[in-house]
């Protein structure tokens, strides 16, 4: 297989959706057939070798798509993807890997609202800042993440992981508030600060706070009996994400259920 | 075929294919995890009438376990992967999460699921939590001492059963001896069990029985109490104690590795121990896929 090295021209003055920007679906074309892969551009379409140059990337294992450049106003990029590595060098829009099945995606810079929504595979890391509502449900559904693995490596915003459902969400930076509200299952690990109302109406699912100690409503209920083996498992495989979730196993663990004003299977989990 | 002046027969054990499972047992401490394992792979020894052959493997330290508990691995094998699943249920459900401390795990990468917590959860009364981390499923089970953490599946894997070694002795002090000497040669080898007590069997088994009930009856030609009375006999004079020693193991080359260190350790004894011959078990060749060679693997050393 091969793939495609894209660097864009100049930032667009309109949004633009990128869900075209797929490393398989592009890896088979010919140099004539990916320059006229169209974008979406409100009503309008724009081929891509009008925005980007195009360099051919020979050899690549799995399909590869490096798109380079300030990406900001470019949406769903990764959406729905299910295999291929995408790398995103620079800051992306809305939507990034949203609805990914498998695959890797990679964001170097910053990502805006709405990454990995409604992910189902597959691995999204973001080097810099994700905005609000990552991880979380697309707009109208019930159910927000529900698999794979998402990495931020700055901070994230608002209603982090709301409503989600399955997977693991690693945040080395801050979050905002209302961190894993609604959450129904999944891991969700901090190792920054958290805003207000950490796992707000949490049904199931864990939240890890390798860093500070968040404040804990009082319909979370302290636990005192051990989960040691339970605690095991889980720190050891978020041992692999390393920094301050490395040794996340030879600490002790506080626990808090919750959220009980809804089925409080939910849990915060608290190393001190 | 002589070495150190025990006879190694021309003949070759017979063993079948069998669905096996390797579920990994820890506990707080080695103590507990013994305790578990004892009890998960008691009455164990034979498919006929125990519903599936069990041991334990070995000791696990806990470098080697999921959960960085001291363990154990425990080998289960039965007749059929719906058999082994019955039994991987009752035994992990009455043996393991009943045992301070617990937790279990599949043992094998790779194979067919079966069931291990996966119906084990509705112990928790509605309060068990399913836990997916690294792509495997645990089940969480509140128990008096805590919780009882199970993955949901075990890979079930087509293994052998019933390599099996006769040693043929002077007396009963020898061929304990020669046995004991053997099991423990034998269980350094990776993926088998001797489900026996002690590793050993006196009471060797052939196919079927004068009485229309019973599919299987005592190996009246290994007896040394029928020397000239039996007509099938095997022994002479000089034998006056037989021992078994059966094998299961994951793979054929595993069965044959055990079976190549027991016929090792018992010929170390030799003659002057009171090891005279070395035999095998099998129905003719017609029964079992697998044929274990005994002069082939004492020639190829242990």
Redesign the interface.
Known sequence: MSGWRLRLRAPPRLRIDARALQPAALAGLARGEAERVALRQGRDAVPLAELFDLERIEDAAPPQLVVEGDLSRFDHLGWCMSEGELQLRGPVGDYAGAGMSGGRVTVTGNAADLAGCAMRGGRLEVHGDVGDLAATALPGEMDGMRGGTFAVRGNAGARLADRMRRGTVVVFGDAGDFMASRMVAGTVALAGRCGTHPGWGMRRGSIVFAGPAPTVAPTFAPLHSSADVFWQLLARDLAQFGGPFASLARRRLRRFAGDLAVLGKGELLVPE | MQINQVAIDDTFAEAFAMKATRIVV?AHDPRWAMHAGVSATGFATSVIACGCEAGIERMLEPHET????PGVALLLFATSGKELARQIERRVGQCVLTCPTT?AYAGLADGEAVALGRNLRFFGDGWQ??????GVR?W?VPVM???F?VQETTPVVKGVGGGNLLLLCTGTDEALAAAEAAVVAMRRVPGVIMPFPGGVVRSGSKVGSKYASLIASTNDAFCPSLIRLAPRSELDDAVRCVLEIVIDGLTEAAVAQAMRAGIAAAVTRGAAGGVLRISAGNYGGKLGPFHFHLRQLAGAGP
Do not use: L, N, Q
């Not at chain 2, 939590?129 to 690294?134: E, F, P, W």
């Open positions: 820890t999921p959960d960085g508990r937790a939590a399913s836990k997916v981390i690294g645990y969480r001492d805590g919780e953490v």
